[in-house]
Nanobody, 128 residues
Framework: HVQLVESGGGSVQAGGSLRLSCGTS????????MGWFRQAPGKEREVVAV????????YYADSVKGRFAISQDDAKNMLYLQMNSLKPDDTAMYYC??????????????????????WGQGTQVTVS
């Protein structure tokens, strides 16, 4: 079983920065593939970034490429999402997600919410 707990959301002005954190615990193999997703009101949940644990290799949605960075701290069992140059369109509930994966390529191809087995409760980000 895997548990994920997000924190770090809040309200910020356009152009500002936030860092989201996700505390992870549970079976290591079941969280080899980690992702950040977001869901705005009235819209479907969409992928923001994906990371294959321990590889340093990541995927970013085009809408956030160059502005957001996903990273992890294995020693602290933490996943992060550094968000810079925030825009009003980034306003959404942000979720940390995890699933198992046997390879970097397979993990980074997992961009649909249905491909993830474990979810956090979400943290709200509002950009005005």
């Amino acid at each position: 079983h895997v548990q994920l707990v997000e924190s770090g959301g809040g309200s910020v002005q356009a152009g500002g920065s936030l860092r989201l954190s996700c505390g992870t615990s549970g079976n290591t193999q079941s969280r080899r593939c980690m992702g950040w997703f977001r869901q705005a009101p009235g819209k479907e949940r969409e992928v923001v970034a994906v990371l294959f644990a321990g590889s340093g290799v990541s995927y970013y949605a085009d809408s956030v490429k160059g502005r957001f960075a996903i990273s992890q701290d294995d020693a602290k069992n933490m996943l992060y999402l550094q968000m810079n140059s925030l825009k009003p369109d980034d306003t959404a509930m942000y979720y940390c997600a995890a699933t198992g994966s046997s390879s970097t390529v397979y993990c980074l191809s997992r961009r649909s919410p249905g491909e993830y087995n474990y979810w956090g409760q979400g943290t709200q980000v509002t950009v005005s």
